[in-house]
Nanobody, 124 residues
Framework: VQLQASGGGLVQAGGSLRLSCAIS????????MAWFRQAPGKEREFVAS????????YYADSVKGRFTVSRDNAKNTVSLEMNSLTPEDTAVYYC??????????????????WGQGTLVTVSS
């Protein structure tokens, strides 16, 4: 499975961005599709996930109410809509696929496939 993330960029605080992850090379029907982020000098952290089959979503507390994760079965993509961005959201964002996690946040060590990162920079 190959994951290709896109949509990062520079945005002012309070603004919005939409990230997209294109999925190819295999099926993710039994997977959770997730977004992680890694800020400079910090560990990679879970942001949000969506179960491909059924659509159940989970969010980190830090983004709950501001970010929305969704999937498009026809286009084989996963998106992350990010609103009310703050400088603390500045990070490289990664999409990922995980088959192990049943519910809740996904641990980076459980991820089966990673996409390349896309940089999100939020200016104050």
């Amino acid at each position: 499975v190959q994951l290709q993330a896109s949509g990062g960029g520079l945005v002012q605080a309070g603004g919005s961005l939409r990230l997209s992850c294109a999925i190819s090379g295999g099926t993710v029907s039994n997977s959770n599709m997730a977004w992680f982020r890694q800020a400079p000098g910090k560990e990679r952290e879970f942001v949000a996930s969506i179960r491909w089959s059924g659509g159940r979503t989970y969010y980190a507390d830090s983004v709950k109410g501001r970010f929305t994760v969704s999937r498009d079965n026809a286009k084989n993509t996963v998106s992350l809509e990010m609103n009310s961005l703050t400088p603390e959201d500045t990070a490289v964002y990664y999409c990922a696929a995980d088959r192990l996690t049943v519910r809740g946040a996904i641990l980076p060590g459980n991820v089966d496939y990673w996409g390349q990162g896309t940089l999100v920079t939020v200016s104050s």
